[in-house]
């Protein structure tokens, strides 16, 4: 019998990979992708409960946390090719310009 | 055991495809395998009954994000692989260690709080009825806001990519 204890172990290692990604990549845009696993782990987790629970609150909040998505994929894409027309790369290591 | 049998298959293709996402070197790669892993948790999301989810995670994250993520990788061009340099092996390192540390954490909890929150719970289906009526109701507030939060959202995304802008 699949329980709460399942997703919940699921939902942790999506996590863990999304985390991975976000410290081992070095393409901002990479990093993006990785924080949609992030968000997704989240997600599974919010539904996982609501089932086992027996309340629909959780599935209201991936509601919640798609619209959050959507918006950060919109700002954070628009940032990304800012940052590229004015370095011309997207890799964090070579863009330094805040640096002191 | 029909569930079962559903929620491993899919955990594993979802996983399988994470990883690839967070491994591969070519970002069009990781872009696409995203979409196999936003698919899979939609029919995880079916078998926790969450039916209006499962749809408008379909319609948002395959049809929406990805073909948006996907549209920029082509636009800039970074086809290109990422050259491994030193710093990127020590990145590894370190990424390793906070994923182990991580995972670590995820078993001791799990430990500690195996046996409550038991199945017994009535089967709430998250139809769009039943979703709707949350959000139109107790939920309201929170609704009408995110309005303002994707209002906003569009106008940062015109107002960034304006050439004049830069």
Redesign the interface.
Known sequence: ??????????S??????????I?????A??M???V??LF?AA??SF??Y????????G??F???T??????E???G??????L???QET??T?EIHSLKG | MNEAFFFYVFSGLTLLAALYVVLTKNPTYAVLSLVAAMFSLAILFVLLHAYFIAAVHILVYAGAILVLFLFVVMLLGVGREETASRSQTLYRIFGGWVVLGFLMEIGLIVKAVSGTGGASSPVLAGTIEAVGRLLFTRYFLPFEITSVLLLVGIIGAVVLSRKESV
Do not use: K, P
Request: glycine share 8%; aromatic share 10%; net charge positive.
């Open positions: 019998m699949i329980g709460l204890n399942h997703y919940l172990i699921l942790g290692c999506l996590f863990a990979i999304g985390m991975y990604g410290i081992t990549r070095r393409n845009l990479l993006l992708l990785s949609e696993l997704n997600n599974l539904v996982a609501a089932r086992y629970r027996g309340d629909l609150t599935q209201v991936v509601f919640f798609m619209v959050v998505a959507a918006c994929v919109a700002i894409l628009a940032v990304a090719i800012l590229y027309r004015a997207l890799n290591d």
